[in-house]
């Protein structure tokens, strides 16, 4: 087997094999573009460095000096050679990117003597100890696992003292002492010397990349983006191009197009006499890449020129690292760029236009999870008028953010698992940051650019974000904030506006998105694309609207029992439920009867012919009463019920598996005037409706967890006598269906008895997926989570559905529902119907909707147009 593969070797096809940077670097070789060259050790390599128990073989290490040896020739350079030494990068890079979360070291090759050498031969002495310095402190930190911060106080110590602001005010002889300071804190922190032999030096840096795929960051990264654990990295080895030569030398990363906003413009920055990571790390702050135009006219010429090539090529926009030496181009890396959901959005429709892609990618290029993004909220108007504007950055990545204000990632995780809406506030943020970011409302950091990383991971976390606000002075230690004669304590409240860059006192509040019209077009084509449907849970005009907005199709599910908890009703139903006589209950009911009548017309009226499934009363009754002794006796003064009467009728709802116990359609077997009070609401609200629009309604009846068809065929008759009886009575007949939810096994294991009393069927995935573990959905969060880590559940089975099991019982009860009712209209209502996994499930099996939140209604709408592409 081959595990090292010359750039010139590979292709953008070997992603698997080499790696996304790789594959690119292999890629950009191929097609003729000036790239250093150098060879890729496979990510089979290092599953294998795994196997061997973290050892290179034998056999893999020949393979490595046999390309380095075809290097040497390449270049012209001797690795260790004094005269013309040869120097190299060991970068990471896996098959799915992962900026920053695993390490990469640049100018290995240098030791006291091809130092000398290097500084001879380019009568640079400067550049020379400053690639040095450089190696010592990358090498030392990640093969070494030395910690940066003692680097960095030697350096910042030295600069300090020879009155140097910036790091190029360094000269040669500072930076030679900077050079013996670190040797000898290698030699304190390992007992040893800093490695001289350079074959050494490459074997040891390669075996740290390989190791550096487990490190924290990299896992945490790979827990939040859902990537695989088994992949591994590729090693990149490539000839050293120097941006650190002065001022004709420099470093700079771009996008093809605004990774923000998506317009079509270059955007990035770069840094003369500056190396590689500098731009990234935010050490200095860039220029925008627009001034390279001044600094170094031809190879900005040449950039332009490659940046819309490799553009075109890929069909995508790209995220280019770049170096120029003395003048000269050369390319380090290219990838489709991180971009916001907003960028997502505008890019794929305007390559559409611009005849790059079709609608078909474009639609793919969306993912369903971003499309949050674009629903988030923006200020209020009149806050954001009010508000005070205390200091301005860079717009990371937009969105608004109010929080409290904390100064380290782990204070931010501690406090949003208090349910505390944070912000994180950091100098710059480094990837041992993630968790604080991914659990922070909004990130605000001093130092850094637009591809900082605090900017890049924030526009993929789809995170408010404001970098490089320079007015900021953080006291990481006191835990406080300085800007301009303002002082924050931790725990203050800020807000953070990420698509102006601005920073505001206090807390604003915040109101939801609107939507581009790009994202309409978007959203159209998937529309002709999907033919599942997409309707919305909805209880009230609200959220009814909300949905509709969204492009929601219909209501799949509306909970009545959200109506009776309002205030003006509350003690009706409680009336109801106390009841001792049919009569006294008729009586509550009654009173119930206007309101429901009133909450069913007015979802009519916004949701028009759509189709609205309404549910009768679904959960345990004693979940709408007190349970407390001072509550029970508040309510036994309020409705005029004596204390000892209704703490009995408490006692005796009481349930010890409510779940399992009096509820859903055994409610209305029990009690059918409940059933009867709302199925004449839902049908006379549906002929006034009718007759004061002119629409023709089909109200959608759903009685909830039938078991059997006996049970269903109870209720169905009570809600039949009743409709026919208020029909006659308004005199006017109307169409309606009446049909079911299958949410026990038993259900979905008889849905051929149950067709033949129901005309729809909705699948209540939470249910059924809690009765089919037997999981109680109340109460499982923790062990879930421990089930996760452990590997037992790849996925929480009440996110995304059970295939196997819960999915199962769908597949059967779709299939024996068609078999005695071929027309049957099912749909699957629930956390699944939203979720794009089991969307893409939904339609595999035949359904003929989902059914989701409002918010979810987009995503849903993509995800399943995606399921046919
Ligand atoms: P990351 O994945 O963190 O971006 P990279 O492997 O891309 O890590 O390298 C980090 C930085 O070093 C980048 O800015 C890159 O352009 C620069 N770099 C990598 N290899 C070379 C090289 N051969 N010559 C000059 N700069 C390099
Ligand atoms: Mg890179
Ligand atoms: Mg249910």
Redesign the pocket.
């Known amino acids: 087997k081959k595990f090292v593969y010359s750039f010139n070797e590979g292709s953008k096809d070997m992603k698997e094999l080499l790696g996304g940077?790789g594959a690119g670097l292999a890629e950009m070789t191929k097609i003729g573009l000036p790239v250093?060259f150098?060879f890729t050790v496979t990510t089979q390599a290092c599953s294998r460095y795994y196997q061997d128990d973290q050892k290179l073989a034998d056999d893999l290490a020949g393979e490595i000096f046999e390309k380095l040896a075809e290097l040497e020739e390449v270049t012209g350079k001797g690795f260790g050679s004094k005269e013309n030494p040869l120097l190299?990068?060991v970068?990471?890079?896996a098959k799915i990117?992962m900026?920053?979360m695993?390490d990469?070291i640049?100018n290995l090759g240098l030791n006291d003597d091809t130092a000398e050498g290097l500084a001879r031969l380019t009568e640079n002495p400067r550049f020379a100890y400053d690639s040095y310095r450089r190696f010592i402190q990358m090498f030392g930190e990640v093969v070494m696992e030395i910690e940066k911060a003692k680097f960095d106080a030697i350096f910042d110590t030295k600069k300090e003292k020879e009155g140097c602001r910036f790091d190029v005010e360094l000269t040669a002889g500072h930076l030679k002492t900077i050079i013996d300071d670190y040797k000898a804190l290698v030699k304190k922190e390992t007992g040893s010397c800093f490695p001289q032999n350079p074959g050494d030096q490459l074997m040891e840096a390669i075996k740290a990349v390989f190791r550096s795929w487990n490190n924290k960051r990299a896992i945490l990264y790979r827990q939040l983006n859902g990537i695989a654990e088994d992949m591994g990295t590729a090693v990149?080895v490539?000839?050293?191009?120097?941006?650190n030569m002065g001022e004709t030398s420099g470093?700079g990363?771009a996008f093809t197009r605004n990774p923000a906003n998506g317009q079509t413009a270059l955007f990035g920055e770069f840094l003369v006499n500056a190396?590689?990571?500098d731009?990234?790390a935010g050490v200095r702050t860039p220029q925008p890449i627009g001034e390279m135009e001044k600094a170094f006219p031809e190879a900005y010429k040449e950039f332009l020129r490659i940046s819309k090539l490799l553009e075109n090529h890929y069909l995508d926009m790209q995220d280019i690292?770049?170096?120029i030496e003395k003048n000269r181009l050369?390319l380090?890396?290219t990838r489709n760029g991180k971009r916001t959901a907003a960028a997502t959005v505008k890019i794929a429709v305007d390559m559409v236009k611009e005849g790059l892609i079709d609608k078909d990618t474009a639609v793919m290029r969306l993912e369903p999870a971003m499309i949050d993004q674009l629903l988030h909220p923006r200020f209020d108007d009149g806050d954001l008028g009010g508000a005070e504007r205390i200091a301005k950055g860079l717009p990371a990545s937009p969105g608004a953010a109010t929080g409290r204000i904390y100064f380290t990632a782990s204070d931010v995780v501690a406090a949003a698992e208090n349910g505390i809406a944070a912000i994180l506030v950091r100098l710059e943020t480094s990837p041992e940051d993630l968790a604080g970011m991914a659990a922070a409302q909004g990130i605000l950091t001093a130092r850094g650019g637009m591809t900082s990383h605090a900017a890049v991971v924030a526009r993929g976390m789809g995170k408010c974000c404001v970098s490089g606000c320079g007015e900021l002075h953080i006291d990481e230690e006191g835990h406080r904030l300085n800007i301009g004669n303002t002082v924050l304590k931790e725990g203050d409240y800020l807000s953070l506006d990420g698509t102006a860059g601005e920073v505001l006192l206090g807390q604003l509040k915040t109101v939801p998105a609107e939507l581009s019209g790009d994202f309409e077009t978007i959203m159209g084509w998937a529309d002709e694309l999907r033919s599942l449907g997409v309707r919305a849970n909805a209880d009230n005009p609200r959220d009814a609207q909300q949905a509709l907005d969204f492009g929601a199709e219909g209501i799949g599910l509306c909970r009545t029992e959200h109506m009776f908890f309002e205030e003006e009703r509350i003690p009706a139903v409680r009336r109801m439920i106390l009841a001792d006589t049919e009569k006294e209950r008729r009586e509550a009911l009654s009173f119930l009867l206007s309101y429901q009548k009133d909450d069913f017309k007015r979802l009519y009226q916004i949701m028009g012919e759509r189709p609205v499934t309404i549910r009768l009363l679904d959960p345990p009754l004693h979940e709408f009463l007190p349970h407390t002794e001072d509550e029970i006796r508040q309510l036994s003064e309020q409705i005029y019920v004596p204390y000892e009467k209704l703490a009995k009728k408490v006692e005796e709802l009481h349930e010890f598996n409510p779940m399992m116990g009096h509820r859903g359609c055994r409610l209305a077997v029990t009690y059918p005037e409940i059933a009867e009070m709302q199925a004449e609401a839902i049908i006379a609200a549906a002929i006034e409706v009718r007759r004061e629009e002119n629409l023709n309604l089909v109200p959608e009846i759903m009685i909830p967890l039938a078991g059997m068809k006996n049970e269903l065929a109870d209720v169905k008759a009570t809600v039949e006598r009743t409709a026919q009886s208020v029909m006659a009575r308004e005199g006017e007949q109307i169409p309606y269906l009446i049909g079911t939810m299958i949410e026990l096994p038993r259900a979905a294991l008889t849905a051929d008895e149950i067709a033949e009393e129901a005309e729809f069927f909705s699948f209540g995935t939470n249910d059924l997926t809690q009765l089919t573990f037997g999981f109680s959905r109340d109460d499982t969060g923790k062990m879930i989570k421990e089930y996760k880590e452990k590997g037992i559940f790849k996925e929480d089975p009440f996110q995304s559905i059970d295939e196997d099991g819960v999915g199962w019982l769908v597949e059967t009860g779709t299939k024996k529902g068609r078999a005695v009712r071929p027309g049957i209209h099912l749909g699957i209502c629930g956390e699944h119907g939203g979720d794009p996994k089991s969307i893409e499930f939904c339609d595999r099996i035949g359904l003929n909707y989902v059914s989701c939140s409002p918010f979810r209604v987009p995503a849903a709408r993509l995800a399943a147009a995606q399921a046919r592409i």
Do not use: W
Not at 238 to 243: C, D, L, S, W
């Open positions: 940077k250093p150098g190299v990068s970068r990471s890079g990117s900026p920053g695993m990469t640049l990149n490539q000839a050293m191009v120097f941006g470093t990363v190396q590689g990571e731009v990234v690292e770049f170096t050369f380090l890396q």
